[in-house]
């Protein structure tokens, strides 16, 4: 699911869990019961404790969202309050005379809202999850009366299973449509980019090869995370589309205020390409791979972590592909020699860190670089040039 996406979905959910949680709690243990005259209140003080552990939930979930972990929000919720429900559940009815309560209808939310997440793995921890969950206090408190709630969560569970599937379908059908229809722009835009300058073709696709292949090394991005940035990659360059031919072209030493025009571009990509969906979210790629981890970068000449992590890998990408392949005032470098440029710039123009990446993955790109179809892209720039 797309991160965003997730993370509305999941403000959705919290708020109706915590509604109906404490809505349930106050209207069965308070109203109904004072209704019916029976004396009003939760069954023990133990049950106080579910009460504390989701307030401690509240800036826990926020915390994963700000370090961008907001992944795990479902699992670290869901998985703490099954486990709190278990332990209170236990304190609460061992040993006690008193029939068992099967708890909060929360529960039973809880497992419809799981197609919401389209994840499969989340699914069955859940699920699962709650019908042990069961299975363990009828055991524990040696009452057979606990499996009725057991049977109602695992019937729910089969027909929250089809909507999952279901939903999934809708979903990749949909996600499949946009995706080709996205790239299709974007191939479209490369395309008029490099009209304006063939020397530079063949070199957006490339960087946005190695930076993937780099990315995948660090381990820290989702599949679409990782979908969006290749896309923004792709799309690098694309501030090029307003520099005029005289200075993009030029076979020789750029002026101070040629090189000024140049530099606008990274600024003016991200601008123009601000709304598109499936990108937005990866705008920094766009915006900062010209700067540097020194501060002497630009456009806006942050330094070290200020500069976004995927902006700093593409850095890393551009600068290879840009001198290991032609361009019209000079030929291509040897990888070596370039691989061996990168390292120097390790600390001063690069992210450290990512260098020792870049290592680990050069290799990779040296496969990546060899089979790259370059005699057809040789045989494009001559019918330009003829």
Excluded at 42 to 70: A, C, E, Q, R
Excluded at 147 to 168: C, D, E, K, M
Excluded at 192 to 215: C, F, M
Aim: proline share 4%.
């Amino acid at each position: 699911m797309i991160p965003h996406e997730e993370k509305r979905i999941m403000k959705w959910f919290l708020s109706l869990f915590y509604l109906i949680f404490i809505g349930y709690d106050y209207f069965y243990y308070y109203i109904f019961k004072v209704i019916n005259n029976k004396k009003g209140g939760l069954p023990s003080n133990f049950w106080y404790i579910t009460y504390f552990v989701l307030i401690i939930l509240i800036p826990i979930s926020y915390y994963l969202y700000k370090v961008n972990k907001g992944y795990w929000v479902k699992y670290v919720f869901s998985i703490t309050y099954l486990l709190t429900v278990f332990v209170v559940d236990i304190l609460t009815f061992y040993g006690e005379k008193k029939p068992y309560t099967s708890g909060n209808i929360v529960e039973l939310f809880l497992i419809l809202t799981l197609p919401l997440f389209l994840n499969t793995r989340y699914f069955w921890i859940v699920s699962l999850g709650t019908i042990l969950k069961y299975i363990l206090i009828g055991i524990i408190l040696k009452d057979g009366y606990v499996a009725l709630p057991g049977i109602l969560v695992a019937v729910l569970t089969i027909l929250s299973f089809f909507l999952l599937v279901r939903f999934q379908g809708y979903f990749k059908t949909i996600s499949t449509a946009h995706d080709k229809q996205l790239e299709g722009i974007v191939k479209g835009v490369i395309a008029t980019l490099e009209l304006k300058d063939p020397y530079t073709r063949g070199h957006s696709e490339r960087v946005a090869r190695y930076a993937s292949i780099l990315a995948k090394e660090i381990g820290k991005f989702s599949n679409e995370e990782q979908k969006s940035f290749y896309y923004a990659c792709l799309l690098h360059d694309i501030g090029k589309v307003h520099i005029p031919d005289s200075i993009l072209m030029k076979p020789g030493k750029l002026t101070e205020e040629e090189f000024e025009i140049i530099k606008s571009h990274p600024s003016v990509g991200a601008e123009a390409v601000q709304n598109v969906h499936g990108i937005k979210d990866s705008l920094s790629v766009i915006r900062s791979h010209h700067e540097r981890w020194d501060g002497k970068g630009y456009p806006d000449q942050l330094a070290g972590e200020e500069i976004p992590l995927l902006a700093r890998v593409t850095s890393i990408a551009d600068a290879f592909d840009a001198m290991t392949s032609s361009r019209s005032y000079r030929a291509a470098m040897p990888l070596e020699e370039a691989y061996k440029r990168i390292l120097e710039g390790k600390g001063s123009q690069f992210d450290p860190s990512l260098v020792e990446n870049f290592i680990k993955v050069f290799p990779a790109w040296v496969n990546f670089h060899q089979k790259y179809p370059w005699n057809k892209e040789k045989a494009l720039l001559k019918e330009v040039e003829g």
